[in-house]
């Protein structure tokens, strides 16, 4: 027998004894450490525990299209996913970084810059790291839903703007919601939202916005959708029909390729928007997705701020359009006589200033219908002397000049009609008599928008009803504003302005179409002086032209105006004027054929009218 | 006396206890899994249970001092598959190791260096005469130790590697360490600890990473912080009473981490509450007290190192693995004895209950 094996020592039980008490203290130990998990805080761990199983995934409700006045699609959305970057666990983030950056294609310093910029947000926010993620990339994540536990796929709603540029400063655009906007919402918006952050987009944005639906999942480890707890289906935006006619936009934004303006053309009886344009403009696709900080740089930065509205947001001189104005207040105020006449012999001197008219050989003895046609500026130059600028003054804002039409656009712009008053509160010092003459050509201080143009046009050819202008077909509340004009003035305004087309020697006679009543004023406004421009001989100018039709109880009305131009008004800005007028017409004469022969005997079936004739159905 | 070991000397309440213990084990394992792609996992555990039942009868048969006289032998043989194991096939097994899937084919040579550590320390230890150990004893018992420990600790296995000092530590408590050198050892071993463990931080993360994801794709293999926070929200939300059989969502939906092995006391714990965990422990308890008993009736010294080294071993598990759940250590990989999923480690526990019951049936032969 080894050594070892002789049986000769007693069992240690002391020491035996001492193991088991140890073992009990270990066990009662463990037992406190569960208790405190388990008792104390159980409520916290139960909480963990069903923010682990249960995930809400929110269903993006598609954003309402936005529909012509005939139903056809300007804008519309389609489905497409996002691929966010899950913040809260920073370090398998980090680790997965090279692989993702891979895996998508994303340019790793572009993708470090984004975390940086987002290091001041909380952390549950996740970072959109790809919007419009391809099918690829869909299937990226999807396969490494166990790696790359940061990466997480999303739903969203994409904006569509199928024509492009078309409209596109009244359409707006739209973007991911600001933390700002988040902030304010109070909880309405989650990171990715779209919201309209310009135009139309933004005016009917709670019409256009659906109601996002949630669905709530149990998910495993692995982020896999094990079932579905409930579900509330999204709610799509409304469609927004515009008054917008497609084939008179179509040809408005075809004249003004190039060029630099705003076109609008409206209903002169309703108000209602047919056509806008504003150039430079730029596509709302470009914006649907993240927009490149570059691009958006140019965008902002570009001196021809393709931003910018023109149509309601430059505030520019008038020029001889103005002279419309001034031949109302002339004929409404009684301050002259109707039959006042004014020798032009190319210019005229005031207050020792000498002042040009735009014709230098003159226009020899001129009265108000002269005047009007062939745009004398001598003659306005001594109604506006006759008259003074609170007389013009009240007439202009009569008519609507220095405050905004209230169309149903953002950041509408009111321009500016000077006075006694305004000079007074502004600079504090007297009203330069001087300076009337300028305003009764439509330079000096006065500035307006195309719109409020347009709406002047229409205003003094209807009698002075100063519509509100609008976009949105079922526009309600529409604000119809009153400044009464005599049918005496009516009629020798609309006559000058007729003869402004229509009788050789008009600033606009090129502009004549045939059987339709088209009247009008053009305008050039100097952006320099004579003085300034002879000194560097150019002479760049904005063209205008306004123009409605037909002239009696005129259904159009169009403000048209091409800038940084070397042609006058009638030239630069008349075409635009008489090509949407001429569709306008065209376009309700098929109509109304069409409707001539679909309710003749041959046809007894079909009596629904496809589109009532314009404004037929309004006095 | 008797004069032929009897299997009707086996402990028969330290079965029972046993059988308690793997049943809810057992239970577990089915309701961690039979939802998922690993569902029929229950019956391959059955089946390693049966075969430690059996492992368990056949070594009860071999007299104890038969092994001991052997112990030179085994410890050699042990050292040496530790070499084989390091020199070829390292990262199979060592990998193989570190996932602490244990089952297979290939049973795992640190599960066998185990048994051996048992029995060669209480051989050492019975080969000291007196009742009080010498600091050159403790010197051969430290190295005696750290040799196996070293070479698992280079497969790597922190977790295995620790589990065989206990035995060193109980053995030399029983065998009458001096307090003076049983303070500075304490003092040592404290010092030692977060530094070994900072080490494995530095070596291997990386490693670890990439092993855990290969083998382990569905098991979203994150960082053991992650893991760690996982268990514990698991066992917390599982209150006093419990989700329920099958209904804790940390447990079925796989939020708990490898919840049929290293975690089964989280999945337990997340649909059995605090008063499963309770019952666990004290069966736990329970089998440890009856371990020691089983040491205090022994026939001689030799015969009751064997059962403290089993003792030391099994508590150790239970000690660290229900800390690990809980938060209180870091994942080592360390199982719970009997319940964790595991074809090795439950062929350990039931061959080192063989050496008990070993010990037990001799006490009354000559």
């Known amino acids: ?619 | 006396m008797k004069d032929r070991p009897r299997t009707q000397d086996f402990d028969w309440v330290l079965l029972a206890i046993v059988a308690a213990i793997t049943t809810l084990g057992v239970l577990e394992i089915y309701s961690s899994t039979h939802a998922s792609a690993m569902a029929g996992m229950q019956w391959k555990q059955l089946m390693w249970l049966g075969v430690g039942v059996a492992a368990m009868f056949i070594i009860s048969r071999i007299d104890y001092h038969t092994l001991m006289d052997q112990a030179p032998v085994l410890y050699m043989f042990g050292l040496a598959t530790l070499l084989v194991v390091l020199v070829i096939g390292h990262s199979r097994f060592g990998a193989k190791r570190w996932v602490s899937l244990g089952s297979g084919p290939n049973f795992q040579v640190s599960e066998l260096m185990k048994l051996i550590i048992i029995i060669v320390l209480a051989r050492f230890f019975s080969e000291v005469r007196t009742d009080r150990l010498t600091l050159t004893d403790l010197v051969k018992v430290a190295a005696l130790t750290f040799i196996p420990v070293g070479l698992i600790l280079m497969q790597p296995d922190l977790g295995t590697a620790m589990v065989l000092v206990p035995v060193a530590i109980v053995g030399a408590f029983l065998a009458g360490i001096e307090w003076k050198h049983m303070a500075v050892g304490l003092v040592l071993v404290a010092l030692l600890i977060p530094v070994g463990w900072n080490m494995r931080h530095h070596l291997k993360p990386y490693q670890q990473q990439r092993i855990e994801t290969f083998l382990h794709p569905e098991e979203n293999p994150r960082s053991a912080g992650y893991q760690v926070l996982q268990s514990e929200i698991a066992v917390g939300s599982g209150g006093f009473w419990g989700k329920g059989f099958g209904k804790g969502s940390q447990n079925q939906l796989g939020f708990v981490p490898v919840r049929y092995s290293d975690f089964i006391l989280a999945a337990l714990a997340e649909e059995q509450g605090f008063i499963g965990v309770c019952v666990v422990l004290l069966l736990y308890l329970g089998l440890i007290l009856r371990l020691v008993d089983n040491a205090q009736k022994a026939k001689d010294r030799a015969g009751m190192y064997i059962v403290m080294g089993v003792t030391a071993i099994v508590g150790f598990h239970v000690l660290v693995n229900a800390s690990m759940v809980i938060g209180y250590m870091p994942v080592t990989g360390i199982p719970l004895p009997l319940m964790s999923y595991g074809g090795s480690a439950t062929a350990f526990v039931f061959l080192a209950l063989g050496l008990v019951m070993n010990v037990r049936m001799r006490r009354f032969v000559n």
């Open chain 1, 1 to 619: 027998m080894p050594s070892w094996s002789v049986n000769d020592q007693k069992i240690p039980q002391g020491r035996l004894a001492l193991v088991s008490y140890v073992f009990v203290a270990i066990v009662a130990l463990l037992m406190v450490g569960f208790w405190k998990l388990q008792v104390v805080q159980s409520g916290h761990f139960v909480d963990l525990a069903e923010r682990n199983r249960v995930r809400s995934i929110p269903i993006i409700a598609p954003r309402g299209p936005m529909l012509d006045r005939e139903g056809r699609v300007l804008v519309d959305s389609y489905p497409s996913f996002s691929i966010l970057l899950m913040r809260d666990d920073l370090k398998s983030l980090e680790k997965s970084l090279p692989q993702i950056e891979d895996g998508l294609g994303i340019d790793p310093a572009d993708l470090r810059q984004q975390l940086e910029a987002a290091k001041a947000e909380p952390k549950f926010l996740p970072v959109i790291i790809k919007p419009a993620a391809s099918q690829a990339d869909i299937a990226f994540v999807d396969s490494h839903r166990a790696d790359i536990p940061v990466l997480e796929l999303m739903m969203v709603q994409r904006r569509r703007y199928p024509h492009n540029s078309m409209l596109a400063s009244a359409i707006g655009y739209v973007g991911e919601v600001s933390v700002q906007d988040m902030d304010d919402s109070e909880g309405q918006y989650r990171p990715g939202d779209l919201v309209g952050k310009a135009g139309l987009e933004k005016e009917y944005n709670d019409q256009l916005e659906g109601t996002d639906g949630m669905k709530r999942v149990v998910v495993n480890s692995v982020g896999k959708v094990m079932r579905t707890l409930d579900n509330v289906e999204a709610v799509p935006g409304k469609p927004v029909q515009l008054t917008i006619d497609y084939d008179l936009q179509a040809i408005a934004e075809a004249d003004m390729v190039g060029k630099q303006g705003a076109v609008v053309a409206m209903d002169a009886r309703t108000g209602e928007i047919l056509a806008m344009v504003s150039r430079p403009t730029f596509d709302p696709n470009d914006f649907a997705v993240r927009v490149p900080k570059e691009e958006w740089q140019s965008l902002n930065t570009d001196k021809k701020t393709p931003l910018l509205n023109r149509a309601i947001q430059a505030q520019l001189a008038p020029g001889s359009v103005f002279k419309i104005v001034m031949a109302t207040a002339m004929l409404e105020s009684k301050q002259i006589s109707e039959n006042f006449t004014a020798y032009c012999p190319g210019y005229a001197v005031f207050y020792g200033r000498t002042f040009h008219c735009w014709k230098p050989q003159g226009h020899g003895v001129v009265g108000l219908h002269a005047a009007i046609v062939d745009s004398c500026d001598v003659f306005f130059y001594n109604v506006g002397k006759l008259l003074g600028i609170d007389t013009i003054s009240h007439y202009a804002s009569g008519l609507g000049f220095g405050k905004r039409t209230g169309i149903d656009l953002p950041g509408e712009e009111p321009g500016l009609m000077p006075s006694e008053e305004w000079v007074e509160r502004v600079y504090h010092h007297k009203w330069y008599a001087g300076e009337t003459i300028s305003v009764a050509v439509g330079q000096g201080a006065v500035t307006v928008t195309p719109i409020q143009l347009a709406r002047m046009a229409a205003a003094v050819a209807s009698g002075g009803t100063l519509v509100q202008p609008h976009l949105l077909k079922n526009f309600v509340n529409s604000k119809v504003d009153h400044f009464p004009i005599s049918d005496n003035t009516v009629e020798q305004v609309t006559q000058g302005l007729y003869g402004v087309v229509n009788e050789g020697g008009g600033t606009g006679y090129h502009l004549r179409l045939q059987n339709i009543d088209l009247c009008g004023k053009s305008g050039t406004a100097q952006l320099m002086s004579y003085d300034a421009a002879k000194r560097l001989g150019t002479k760049t100018m904005d063209g205008w032209f306004v123009g409605f039709a037909p002239r009696r109880n005129p259904e159009i009305v169009i403000a048209a105006i091409v800038q940084d131009t070397m042609e006058h008004g009638g030239e630069a800005a008349g075409p635009v004027v008489r090509d949407i007028v001429k569709a306008y017409f065209d376009k309700k004469n098929a109509r109304t054929q069409q409707q001539a022969t679909t309710n003749s005997p041959a046809q007894p079936g079909s009596t629904q009218p496809l589109v009532a004739t314009v404004g037929a159905k309004r006095p």
